[in-house]
């Protein structure tokens, strides 16, 4: 289970709609399975899990939204070359970060050893682009491809200054729109694409669709310090023992005193061991949450605002739905956050 | 230096035709480095390394050759797109297999630690396919997605199979073809498809590309036994030493008595420290060079004949001459493997 996923009842309106799309996404996906090498097969099959939250497959449906009983192929084709794109990334993400554990089962990494897993994570981005190839033009490959490179170019960014302290609001925010925003972007713009929208309402759902990823990014790292396991069904507070310095560190470090700010420092390079109920109790004490909070709803509502022009385009009242949600997500997160 | 320019004078025929070639390949990858974002430009730059054989962007001049002074920018992208996909699994490769040095150089792994190389490998690969959607239809990306996704699974497979003696010559075969045949396939016959060949000669020099991989590949293996270190540029053994059956030991276990079978067997797997001279002084009693030089003759032939049929064709010399330089290469190699 993923944060997302934490609240299902807060989903059932947008993913209730969307439970065929997802259905026949999951169908096409296992179907792919085939088109692997026949020694490739059960792997592939391992690691196309149809357990996750599908938020940017649910981001290309809703981008090109029709009617609930529209569902094109063309839309279910690019849905799932981006959920391959996602897992792809998921697989190598569990290598580097030696992760015994996803979604419940052992993951990748763990069941086939480190090297078959990069490699196996190279066969489903292959597929995936290859995948990508069978629209008429080279338009949705050439998108993808693009997006995937910033995917990774973020999260090496992200990986050589982890245990680094000196990383700026203007580091995060970029290593999080590429690592997040640019798969988000790409989802909704291209499902919009697909479905044939006018090119400035293409543009519009790429933009609410970055903005919705900075803020779900956001989200994620807060949900990092201040969700409950139980409720969110992974272990937190990996972030800041992995020295990864998220948005509620860096509020953290410019709200402390000189002193204090020192020995989180120590804590963030590894040179201390981590602190991590001081740092929750000083995060509660400092309105960290409210802060960081406050960042998400402002990217949410900046998704909210590119779509304004176009109230009555059939996907704009799903889109704005879905970042509803995030918004919904937000305020279950506070009793625990300012107890 | 790699083995096949372990003789510059033999290639010197079809390579210094193709040095105005690949100077143009050679700059048009310098030029893509822009097209990475600003974090990594360095890194790709790192690895986007012009020392290295490219036998695979010949390939790709060659299937396409229409005369020494016609280099096409169709032909240029196509020999970025498939020497960096190469050089992507390079990347990858290295990290897996742990090594220091390539090329004499440190690795991506250890100049950037195997997270940021394993993301790097995954940005070359993206931007790969992303070069491959810049034709006007989606063919050659198609292709080359899918060759990928060959090549990772005949990878996967020979990963799963290190430390097994369950490996049958069709295992090992398959393997090649997948490995290293398909790219070496798909860079002949893409070749020849953007020169505007005919299609029966577009199979034809895919054919002639596949045998010539798999006798490139067995004439590698080979190497890997007899090949002299100062002259080949690279440590041999590896293969013995960790445990990958190759056709040379395959061939080698067939001819032992079922004894010394056993302890061959429990140094494959690891049971025993391998002992690499006895085994080289076995293979030289047994045959063991002839039996296996044979099989790269074998292939060696089988893409010739591909070609037969056309003989006027301009590609057809080319290529011929190309498959002359493994046939000498194997000669080569010949008095130390039999001594």
Redesign the interface.
Known sequence: MTPLEAKPHAFAGVFSLLAPHLAELDRFLHGQIAA??P??RA?ADYCIDTSGKRIRPALVFLGGWRGPTVITPELVRLAAVVELVHL??LV?DD??DEADVRRGRRTAARE?????A??????L???A??L???????EV??AV??S???V??G???Q??RRGSTDVTRADYQ?IVD?KTAELFRVSCLLGARLAGSEPDYVAAAGDFGRHLGIAYQIYDDLVDFFGEETRIGKTLGTDFASGKLTLPLLALLERLPAGERAALTGEITGKCPPQAALRLGQMRELGVFTAVAGAVQTEVALATTALRPWPDHAPTPLLLGLADVLHAQIDGLRPRACA
Chains 1, 2 share one sequence.
């Open positions: 692997f090498e020694e490739i792997m792809a990334t190598h290598i580097m086939y050893g480190p090297t078959a990069v490699l196996l994570g190279d066969a981005f292959a597929h682009l290859h990508a190839t069978q629209f008429p033009t080279t490959c050439a491809s693009e995937t490179r910033r990774c170019a999260e090496i960014v990986t050589l970029r590429l």
